[in-house]
C-alpha cells in the first residue's frame, strides 16, 4: 500500500572531492648529485661614515666563468642620502654587478649607481686580485666621496672537482700569501698595520686576518656523521682563529665581576624557557670577597637544546620619553665547556613573557629572539608561513653570534656574514628589514608542487666582528661590557661592547630612531619597552652570564615599602604564591595608604629629596580619583606634597618643597588611594624610587626599592534567592501575573537587576539598594495576562521567568522559575442587551427580520493554539415566555438562528441592521416582552 507522504526534505548542496596522487615521479628515475663547496675566509673591508656604513667581502669562486663573486653590504644609510656611487680603479674589470633584487646594474660615467634603499649588491672579478672600492653619495647632482673600501686579502683558489660517483666535498685552503708581501708575518701584525691612514668616516676593519679551513670529507647520509663533519669544521675554524697573528695577543675580559654590580630585586621577571631550562635564572649573590662585599644579582642562561629569554617587569621598561644609560657585564662562557649557540640582547613591547615560537632542533641560530628558518606551508594548497611569523614580535635585537649557521642545509642565518663571533642588530618581527630569502632569487615561495619556500639569512646591520677586536677570543670565561645609551633630545640610541680592562672597543653602532620606534610601536605604548636578553643552546651545553653596573649610590641609606588599612600593613613578607585567610590582605573598598620610608644613617650628608617615584598596578588601584594625602613626615613635621599619576603606567610623581633628611632620621612619604573592584582576591605589588641631592653639593644619587607584594580580597557576588510566582497555573485573559524575589550583598553594592520571561524583558531597573541581609522585590504586570498582545513574552504551556542582579563587577548572578500558562476559549467582546422599538404603522403585513435599536459586537477568544487560523460554530438560542421571542423568530445576517461559524481572535462589528435581526409584522403584540439568547461556542477543533 503506497503511503501517504507528510513531510518532504530537499538537501541542496555540492560536494567537489579533489584527488592528488601521494607520490610524484619524475622524469621517472631516481635522482642523484653531488656536491662542490669552497669555503673561503677573508678579511671584510669595512667604511663607516656619518652617512653610511659599508661592509666589502668574497663569498666564493665560480670555476665555471673563473671569476670571484663580491659583495658589498649597506646600513644606516641616512634619509639624505639621495643615490649611492661605487667606481673602482681602472686596472679591476668589474662585471655582473647585481642589487639585492638581482637587478643587473649598468655602469654610467664610472660609476654604479645605487638606490639608496639598496641593502646589499654582488659583483663578478677576474684573477686573484684584490678589490678597492670608492663609495660616494649623490646629493644635489653632486658626488661626495664617503671613503674607501679594501680587502687587502686575495679570495681563496679552488681547483678542486668532484666525482659525482663518491660524492664528496673538497674545501680548499685560501691564500695567504697578502699579508707575506706587506712585509710582516700574521703574527706580529699590530693594530697600527692595520688602522694605518683610518680616519672617523672612513676606517678598514682589518683586525682579523685571512682564516682558512682544510678539510676533505665523505658525504654520507648519517646525520650523526654529518653533525660530527660540521663539529670538527667549527674546531678547525676555532684553531686557526687561535693560531692567527691578533693586535690584542693575550688580551682577555675581566677576570672577576666588575665592581659596582647591583642588586636587581624585583626588576626582572622569571626565565621563559622552551626545552631545558638548565640552570638558567637569576641569583642574588652574597659574597664578601666578590664586589666589595655587595650582595648583587647574577643572571644566567644555560642548558641544551633551548630556548631562553628573561625580560624586565613592567614597571622597568625602558622609558624612550627621557635619556637612559646601560651597562651589561656579559661573560659568554668558555669554548672549551660548551657550544652556545649565542645570545641578544632585545627590546620589544610583545610581552613580559616573550619567547620565539621557532622551537625545533633546527632553529638554535634563532638566538631565543628571531624566527623560522625557511618559509614553508602545510600543504600545496595552504598559504605560505614566512620566517617571522615565529619571532618575537615588535621587536629590535642586537645579537651576540658565537657560532657560524651557513652550512646551505637550511642553516643559513649568516650566510652573508659567516664570521663569528660578531654582534649585529636586526628586526626579528620585520620580514623585509630582519630577513633575506635565499635560493631562490627574491622570493620566499617555493613551487606550485612544494611545500618548502627560500631558506631564511638574517640581514645583519651594524655588523661588528669581536674576536681580535675587544679580546683574543671573547669565550674565554671573563666579562666584558656592553654599553647602550639612549639620548632623548636627539633620539639616538647607540650601543658598543668594551673590553673594561684594555679599554679596546667596537665602533659604536647607532640604530636609526625612524626604525627603532617603528619596530617598537612607542607610539602606542606610551613611549615604554620591554628588554632583556634571550639566548639558544644546541646540542652541547653553553652558558651565559649577567651583571648589571649603574652610576654609584649611597649605599648607606635605606628605603623601605609598606601598605596599609587603617595603620595596620597588609603586606605579604613571605610573598605566598597563593591567598589563605590567615594573610592579610585590603578589602576592594577599603581607602589603601602607599608608604615609603627612607633613612639616612648617622655620618653621612644630609639629603634634599628632589622626587618620590612609586609604582602601582593601574589594573589593580583605581588612579582614576584624586591621590589623597600627599604627606611626608619627620617626627612631628609634615609636609604636603603634590602628586603626578600615569593612569597608563601606575607611575605616581611626588614632589615635596625643601624636603631635607638628615643623618640619623627618618621620612615617610605616603598617599591614599582605593583598589579597583575584583571579581578574585588577586596579588599585587608597591615599589619606590627615590631621587635626592645631597646637600652642600648637589650630587645626585638614586634609590630603588624592592618592591613589596599585598592582596586585595576579591569583591564578592550578590546573592539571590526565592523567586516565586504568586500562582504556578495562570490562564490567559483571566489572570493578572505577581512575583517575588530576594537578595543581599555583602560590599553593599549598588545592584542593577532584570526580570525576563522567556527570555524577553519586562522589567529592567538600574538601582537596587543592597544589604547584607535579604531585601524583598515583589512585582506585577499592570494589566492580564493578555497571549494575544504584540510581543507578549507569554507562551501556552510552560513558561520561565529568569531574575538577574548585577553589580557591574562579577558575572550577573540569574535565578529561574517555572509556571504554566492555559489559553483561554470564550468570547471576548459580546453585545450583552439588545432592544426592538417600532409602532404598528412602521411594520408590514408579513414577517420582516428588522434592525435593533443597537450595534452589534462579536469576538470570540481562543488562545488554545495560536500557531493556525481557525473558525468555531456557536449555537444561538433564544428562550422567552413570548412566542414573540422564540428562535424562529430571529434571523442572523440573513439565516435562521442556529449554528453559525466565527472567526476566531477576530473582532466583528454590525450595524443595528446587521447580525441579529427579529422578525416582526403589523400583528405583533402590542407591548414589552423581554427573553434571554443564548450563545454557546462548540468546540470543534
Do not use: C
Amino acid at each position: 500500500m503506497k503511503k501517504s507522504v507528510l513531510y518532504k526534505i530537499f538537501i541542496t548542496g555540492l560536494v567537489t572531492v579533489l584527488i592528488v596522487p601521494v607520490n610524484m615521479l619524475i622524469g621517472g628515475n631516481n635522482l642523484s648529485y653531488a656536491e662542490e663547496t669552497a669555503t673561503v675566509q677573508l678579511n671584510a673591508g669595512e667604511l663607516l661614515s656619518s652617512k653610511l656604513n659599508a661592509y666589502l667581502s668574497s663569498t666564493s669562486y665560480d670555476r665555471n666563468v673563473d671569476e670571484w663573486l663580491w659583495s658589498i653590504q649597506f646600513t644606516n644609510v641616512q634619509s639624505d642620502v639621495e643615490k649611492i656611487g661605487i667606481s673602482f680603479s681602472e686596472n679591476q674589470e668589474v662585471s655582473n654587478m647585481k642589487g639585492s633584487n638581482g637587478v643587473i646594474i649598468s655602469q654610467k660615467e664610472g660609476f654604479f649607481e645605487l638606490d639608496p634603499g639598496e641593502s646589499k649588491v654582488e659583483f663578478h672579478t677576474k684573477e686573484r686580485s684584490s678589490v678597492t672600492a670608492d663609495i660616494y653619495q649623490f646629493k644635489d647632482s653632486k658626488k661626495i666621496r664617503l671613503g674607501t673600501l679594501k680587502n687587502t686579502n686575495r679570495p681563496a683558489e679552488s681547483k678542486s672537482t668532484t666525482k659525482a660517483s663518491e660524492n664528496t666535498t673538497n674545501v680548499m685552503p685560501s691564500s695567504s700569501d697578502k699579508l707575506e708581501e706587506s712585509g710582516k708575518s700574521s703574527d706580529s701584525m699590530t693594530r697600527d698595520d692595520v688602522q694605518k691612514n683610518s680616519s672617523t668616516d672612513e676606517k678598514i676593519n682589518a683586525n682579523v686576518a685571512s682564516e682558512s679551513i682544510t678539510d676533505t670529507t665523505k658525504k654520507v647520509d648519517s646525520s650523526d656523521t654529518q653533525n660530527s663533519v660540521q663539529e670538527n669544521t667549527r674546531a678547525k675554524m676555532n684553531t686557526s682563529r687561535a693560531s692567527l697573528g691578533s693586535p690584542l695577543t693575550g688580551n682577555t675580559g675581566n677576570p672577576e665581576v666588575p665592581k659596582g654590580a647591583i642588586l636587581l630585586e624585583g626588576v626582572f621577571g622569571n626565565i621563559n624557557s622552551a626545552g631545558n631550562k638548565g640552570s638558567s635564572g637569576v641569583n642574588n649573590i652574597y659574597n664578601p670577597n666578590v664586589n666589595n662585599g655587595v650582595p648583587y644579582s647574577e643572571i644566567s642562561l644555560s642548558g641544551s637544546k633551548n630556548w631562553l629569554s628573561i625580560w624586565s617587569k613592567d614597571q622597568y621598561r625602558m622609558d624612550f620619553s627621557n635619556s637612559f644609560h646601560g651597562r651589561t657585564y656579559i661573560n659568554f662562557g668558555n669554548a672549551a665547556n660548551g657550544d652556545a649557540d649565542g645570545l641578544a640582547f632585545v627590546m620589544q613591547n610583545a610581552s613580559s613573557t616573550a619567547l620565539t615560537t621557532a622551537n625545533s632542533s633546527d632553529d638554535g641560530q634563532n638566538l631565543g629572539v628571531y624566527g623560522g628558518t625557511k618559509a614553508w606551508r602545510s600543504s600545496i594548497f595552504s598559504s605560505w608561513v614566512t620566517p617571522e611569523t615565529y619571532a618575537i614580535k615588535k621587536s629590535v635585537a642586537i645579537e651576540f653570534d658565537l657560532y657560524s649557521n651557513s652550512d646551505g642545509r637550511g642553516h643559513d642565518y649568516d650566510k652573508d656574514n659567516p664570521q663569528t663571533p660578531h654582534m649585529a642588530y636586526s628586526f626579528p618581527s620585520n620580514l623585509s628589514k630582519g630577513y633575506r630569502p635565499q635560493g631562490n632569487g627574491d622570493k620566499w615561495e617555493g613551487g606550485a608542487l612544494s611545500t618548502n619556500g627560500a631558506d631564511a639569512v638574517i640581514r645583519h646591520n651594524g655588523f661588528r666582528l669581536l674576536n681580535g677586536v675587544v679580546g683574543d677570543n671573547i669565550r674565554d670565561n671573563t666579562w666584558y661590557e656592553f654599553r647602550y645609551d639612549f639620548d632623548q633630545p636627539t633620539h639616538t640610541f647607540s650601543y658598543y661592547l668594551k673590553n673594561p680592562i684594555t679599554g679596546a672597543q667596537t665602533q659604536p653602532v647607532t640604530i636609526p630612531w625612524a626604525d627603532l620606534s617603528a619596530e617598537l610601536n612607542l607610539s602606542d605604548s606610551n613611549n615604554m619597552a620591554y628588554w632583556g636578553f634571550t639566548g639558544a643552546n644546541g646540542a652541547a651545553s653553553g652558558q651565559v652570564k649577567f651583571v648589571f653596573t649603574q652610576v654609584p649610590v649611597d649605599l648607606s641609606a635605606k628605603i623601605e615599602n609598606d601598605v596599609l588599612n587603617l595603620g595596620k600593613s597588609v603586606v605579604d613578607i613571605e610573598d605566598h604564591d597563593t591567598y589563605n585567610p590567615q594573610l592579610p590582605a585590603a578589602q576592594d573598598s577599603d581607602l589603601l595608604t602607599f608608604q615609603t620610608r627612607f633613612t639616612v644613617s648617622e655620618g653621612e650628608a644630609a639629603l634634599k629629596i628632589n622626587e618620590w617615584k612609586s609604582y602601582v598596578s593601574p589594573v589593580d588601584i583605581d588612579l582614576t580619583k584624586t591621590v589623597k594625602n600627599v604627606i611626608a613626615q619627620i617626627g612631628a613635621k609634615k609636609y604636603t606634597g603634590t602628586a603626578t599619576v600615569n593612569r597608563e603606567t601606575g607611575e605616581i610623581k611626588t614632589t615635596f618643597s625643601n624636603l631635607e633628611v638628615h643623618p640619623g632620621e627618618d621620612v615617610y612619604m605616603s598617599y591614599e588611594l582605593n583598589p579597583t573592584k575584583h571579581t578574585e582576591t588577586k596579588k599585587t605589588h608597591f615599589s619606590s624610587h627615590v631621587t635626592t641631592e645631597e646637600v652642600g653639593n648637589k650630587t645626585v644619587n638614586d634609590f630603588l626599592s624592592q618592591q613589596v607584594p599585598f592582596w586585595i580580597k576579591g569583591n564578592q557576588a550578590p546573592i539571590l534567592s526565592e523567586l516565586t510566582t504568586d500562582k504556578k497555573e495562570y490562564t490567559d485573559y483571566l489572570d493578572s501575573f505577581h512575583y517575588s524575589f530576594k537578595y543581599r550583598d555583602a560590599d553593599r553594592d549598588k545592584l542593577s537587576y532584570a526580570v525576563k520571561i522567556n527570555g524577553k524583558t519586562i522589567n529592567d531597573q538600574t538601582v537596587l539598594d543592597s544589604d547584607i541581609s535579604d531585601q524583598l522585590f515583589e512585582g506585577t504586570l499592570d494589566s492580564n495576562i493578555n497571549l494575544l498582545a504584540t510581543n507578549t513574552p507569554f507562551v501556552v504551556g510552560i513558561n520561565t521567568i529568569s531574575v538577574s542582579i548585577n553589580d557591574g563587577i562579577h558575572p550577573a548572578e540569574t535565578m529561574e522559575s517555572k509556571f504554566i500558562l492555559n489559553g483561554y476559549l470564550g468570547f471576548e467582546e459580546l453585545t450583552q442587551d439588545y432592544s426592538w422599538k417600532y409602532s404598528r404603522t412602521e411594520l408590514s403585513d408579513t414577517k420582516t427580520p428588522m434592525s435593533r435599536q443597537e450595534k452589534m459586537k462579536i469576538k470570540i477568544r481562543d488562545t488554545r493554539n495560536l500557531k493556525k487560523e481557525s473558525f468555531i460554530r456557536v449555537k444561538m438560542e433564544a428562550k422567552s415566555a413570548s412566542k414573540a421571542l422564540l428562535s424562529d423568530q430571529f434571523t442572523f445576517n440573513n439565516q435562521s438562528l442556529g449554528e453559525t461559524e466565527f472567526p476566531v481572535n477576530k473582532e466583528l462589528n454590525y450595524d443595528k441592521d446587521a447580525g441579529l435581526l427579529l422578525k416582526l409584522d403589523n400583528t405583533s403584540e402590542i407591548g414589552t416582552v423581554s427573553g434571554k439568547l443564548v450563545w454557546t461556542i462548540i468546540d470543534a477543533p
